[in-house]
């Protein structure tokens, strides 16, 4: 069996969030980053901090903002 390093790993999951259609698992991490990215560099994802489950998805650091982001698919797999 091939060993798969992590650049392989990171095009296999590439290829996941490429497609017209994501599916309910994803979805939700791919919007985050979409946003926090929109958003700019003084805004952090909470999960990126370890805070896997925290009330707020996103914070801005230097006025302490929160964002808890919502999102919803017209089409779902």
Known sequence: MKELRHEDILTMLGRRY????????????YVE???ASA???????????GWDWAAW??????SGARLEIKQAAARQT
């Open 18 to 29: 490429d497609g017209p259609i994501m599916n309910n698992l994803s979805r939700g991490d």
């Open 33 to 35: 980053c979409m946003i």
């Open 39 to 49: 958003l700019g560099d003084d805004w952090r994802l909470t999960w990126m901090d």
């Open 57 to 62: 998805d996103c914070e801005h650091g230097p």
